[in-house]
């Protein structure tokens, strides 16, 4: 193995100046550090980044932190915070919680302990005190999610208005008993959403049992296709659904295919997020857009920026992004029939 001393021997110089020029240390003159990389590129030298740790230094590891990889929007975001951070010489690490506030201790422990140089996170309902502390400990912010007890840097989206909009389009539509299937309130994500529809409703002149919400795992593709059977089992089934997660809207998505629901005519829907094949679903899905590449970009700047300088400059920051309606065939007039092939 190649060693500092290899290279110094190499182009006569001490090692203490390699070490130096390897670090960047602006005691050493440009020339010399571009000699000394060659040679280290040349010769084949791997930095001992383990033993630079051991002596305080961080790695070049940035963390994401999310409940779970098989949601499409969290695998899209790992992607987009990969290359970028692979364009500034960082590392992405991926930690799944599953939701669980000690499986989040856990992880956050192990990437303390080995020096990560940042974290991205998004939160569990309940993060532990000792979670709170070690982040406090670590440059970071969070996605989607937003504890105050986690610091004041965060992007997200504006989920309030973007179910206001998806609910308001049903209700200006005519629907009268509308659903909604989100997260659970004490999620930061699930409060604001059921917040948005239960605001749109009140605007649209509805009585508050209009609007029926039921809230559950956020993740489950299983959650939403029992739930979206048992309410339309149900004696007042809604003309009208609207949904808060990626995964609820494929699980109902599943069950209103297995069962032959005819969307709009018997039920019109508003998913969550746009995967490719929601806009071939059936008529078309009806969804709310998400920002996903502008939220990752954004995330990643902030964070480069973040250990590029002094933590004195690390002030409050928030980025909210607005989710798009995008209006296709899923939804209609209650009692509406779409048009016979024939015209």
């Given amino acids: 193995m190649i060693t500092t001393r290899d290279i110094a021997e190499h182009l006569g110089v001490s090692v203490s100046t390699v070490g130096r020029a390897l670090a960047d240390d602006p005691r050493i003159s440009e020339e010399t550090k571009f000699r000394v990389r060659q040679a280290a590129s040349e010769m084949g030298y791997v930095g001992n980044r383990a033993a630079r740790m051991m002596r305080g230094a961080s ?39 599953d939701d669980d506030r000690m499986v989040e201790l856990r992880h956050l422990r192990e ?11 998004v939160p569990t309902a309940r993060p532990h005190g000792e979670s709170v502390k070690l982040l406090r400990a670590l440059p970071h912010l969070q996605l989607l999610r937003r504890h105050t007890l986690l610091g004041s840097q965060w992007f997200g989206v504006d989920d309030h208005e973007a179910l206001r909009q998806a609910t308001a ?3 200006a539509q005519g629907h009268t ?17 059921l917040r948005g529809f239960r605001s749109a409703l009140r605007e649209g002149g509805l009585p508050d049992d ?4 039921e809230l559950g795992p956020p993740s489950s593709v299983n959650h939403g296709r029992e739930t979206v059977r048992r309410l339309l089992e149900g004696p007042d089934a809604p003309t009208a659904l609207v949904l808060g997660s990626i995964q609820l809207t494929l699980g109902v998505l599943e069950e209103l295919s297995a069962q032959n629901v005819k ?5 019109s829907v508003v998913g969550f997020g746009d995967e490719p094949g929601f806009s071939w679903w059936g008529p078309g899905l009806t969804t709310i857009g998400l920002p996903i590449q502008e939220m ?5 700047l902030w ?41």
């Fill in 210 to 213: 209009a609007g029926r919400a």
């Fill in 111 to 121: 990437l303390s302990a080995n020096r990560v140089a940042g974290v991205i996170i």
């Fill in 169 to 171: 389009h049903l209700v």
């Fill in 303 to 343: 964070l480069m920026r973040r250990l590029k300088t002094k933590p004195s400059n690390d002030g409050p920051y928030t980025s909210l992004s607005p989710g798009t309606l995008l209006l296709r065939g899923s939804t209609a007039p209650p009692g509406d029939r779409l048009p016979s092939p024939s015209g």
């Fill in 59 to 97: 790695s070049n590891v940035v963390a994401l932190v999310i409940p779970d990889i098989r949601n499409s929007f969290y695998s899209t975001i790992a992607h987009e915070l990969s290359k970028n951070m692979e364009a500034e010489d960082y590392q992405l690490m991926l930690s799944e919680t």
């Fill in 263 to 267: 969307v709009p005519t018997d039920l």
């Fill in 296 to 300: 990752a970009t954004g995330c990643a």
């Fill in 177 to 193: 008993r509308i659903a909604y299937m989100g997260g659970p309130e004490e999620l930061p994500t699930g409060a604001e959403r």
